[in-house]
Nanobody, 122 residues
Framework: VQLQASGGGLVQAGGSLRLSCAAS????????VAWFRQAPGKEREFVAA????????PYADSVKGRFRISRDNAKNTVYLQMNSLKPEDTAVYYC????????????????WGQGTLVTVSS
């Protein structure tokens, strides 16, 4: 089972990026998927999640209204569209999955991708 996060890069404040989390070895429509991020010297924090059905999409308050999580089950991929980026969004972004949970606790997720770096310059 593997989750591959990609799409990170360097962007100016106010810009946009779309992250992808591609799954192999599992059928992603059987899993809830979340994005977390970790900035240097800080703990890993919840960003957003999407339930298996796609009906539930909780967001961290810090990204609500700017980020959007979605899934394309045909492509076995979950996306995180990030708009109006701020320097404080700079972090390594990770995707994670769990068949029964889509909350904010990183310890509850079974599978993790390797992370993709997002750097937002001011």
């Amino acid at each position: 089972v593997q989750l591959q996060a990609s799409g990170g890069g360097l962007v100016q404040a106010g810009g946009s990026l779309r992250l992808s989390c591609a799954a192999s070895g599992l059928t992603i429509n059987m899993y809830n998927v979340a994005w977390f991020r970790q900035a240097p010297g800080k703990e890993r924090e919840f960003v957003a999640a999407i339930s298996r059905s796609g009906d539930n999409t909780p967001y961290a308050d810090s990204v609500k209204g700017r980020f959007r999580i979605s899934r394309d089950n045909a492509k076995n991929t979950v996306y995180l569209q990030m708009n109006s980026l701020k320097p404080e969004d700079t972090a390594v972004y990770y995707c994670a999955s769990n068949p029964f949970y889509y909350g904010t606790n990183p310890s509850s997720y079974n599978y993790w991708g390797q992370g993709t770096l997002v750097t937002v310059s001011s």
